[in-house]
Nanobody, 126 residues
Framework: QVQLVESGGGLVQAGGSLSLSCAASGGPLSHYAVAWFRQRPGKEEQDFVGGINWNDENTDYADAVKGRFTVSRDNSKNMMYLQMNSLKPEDTAVYSC??????????????????WGQGTQVTVSS
């Protein structure tokens, strides 16, 4: 069972950049599909941001972040990352990393992911 811990959140001005990290322990991240989700203020649902499937079979991004955000992973360090550029106030949310062992059919489905980090706050000021 893998444990996930995010870091790197904070306050940034619109148009700026921020990089989030997610450290995994308890298992090799290479065995998992991984993704980032976010929960916006006042919303209960987790919105898909981007993800990489097991064995790098495929990568997917939400339309709202395509071209601005990049998900990556370093299996040798058991880490995954979210690079966020050209940030907008509507990107303000709690960002969480998630993992699920093996290949999953749809990266954008929060219900597919069994393991979650505690989340890190990202605030983008206008």
């Amino acid at each position: 069972q893998v444990q996930l811990v995010e870091s790197g959140g904070g306050l940034v001005q619109a148009g700026g950049s921020l990089s989030l990290s997610c450290a995994a322990s308890g298992g090799p991240l290479s065995h998992y599909a991984v993704a980032w989700f976010r929960q916006r203020p006042g919303k209960e649902e987790q919105d898909f941001v981007g993800g990489i499937n097991w064995n790098d079979e495929n990568t997917d991004y939400a339309d709202a972040v395509k071209g601005r955000f990049t998900v990556s992973r370093d299996n040798s360090k058991n880490m995954m990352y979210l690079q966020m550029n050209s940030l907008k106030p509507e990107d303000t949310a709690v960002y969480s990393c998630a993992a699920r062992q093996g290949l999953i059919p749809y990266l954008n489905g929060a219900h597919f992911f069994a393991y979650w980090g505690q989340g890190t706050q990202v605030t983008v000021s206008s």
